[in-house]
């Protein structure tokens, strides 16, 4: 699939948009809804890693030595829990990804979850200027599209 860009990239060209016709600017347009959708979904799971990851190092500040010994509950999976006791309040075991864990002291993990936390951030960001980018173009195409449309009806008329 080709991309479209507002800003000049090396290896694309640029294509004057008043120069198309209408079937064309119907078909960019598309691509460029498309292209939004992914950009839509891609933004969700990332809102969705960074809860988690906010969550995560949130929830080790409750990490106390003092909450030595207190009753939690255990999640084996998304829903279902078992009781538990905490007994290393120095020490976590983090899910790093694609089922690899690691122990961790409190401060190391709190580090680790606020890096991810703003590496996840910055992806949005970049995600979030392409859209508002794509979303310019797609603007300007049915702006164009419109007005070759009146200039057939006026032609017609």
């Known amino acids: 699939m080709a991309q479209i860009s507002a800003?000049?990239?090396?290896?694309?060209?640029?294509?004057?948009l008043t120069s198309l016709n209408i079937q064309q600017l119907s078909t960019l347009k598309q691509q460029l809804d498309q292209e939004l959708n992914v950009f839509q979904e891609s933004l969700t799971s990332l809102k969705m890693a960074q809860g988690k990851y906010q969550n995560s190092g949130e929830t080790l500040e409750k990490i106390t030595p003092e909450s030595e010994g207190a009753d939690i509950l255990v999640p084996l999976t998304g829903s279902m829990y078992v009781p538990g006791k905490l007994h290393d309040t120095n020490n976590v075991i983090i899910d790093i990804?694609?089922?690899y864990y690691v122990e961790k002291d409190?401060?190391?993990?709190?580090?680790?979850?606020?890096?991810?936390?703003?590496?996840?951030?910055?992806?949005?960001?970049?995600?979030?200027?392409?859209?508002i980018e794509k979303s310019k173009i797609r603007d300007a195409i049915v702006e164009i599209a419109e007005l070759k449309m009146a200039q057939q009806q006026q032609q017609q008329s």
Not at 7 to 16: C, L, S
Not at 106 to 131: H, L, N, S, W
């Open 106 to 131: 409190i401060e190391a993990a709190k580090d680790y979850f606020q890096r991810k936390t703003k590496f996840v951030t910055e992806q949005m960001e970049k995600v979030q200027y392409i859209g």
């Open 97 to 99: 990804g694609t089922r």
């Open 7 to 16: 800003t000049e990239q090396k290896g694309m060209q640029q294509i004057d």
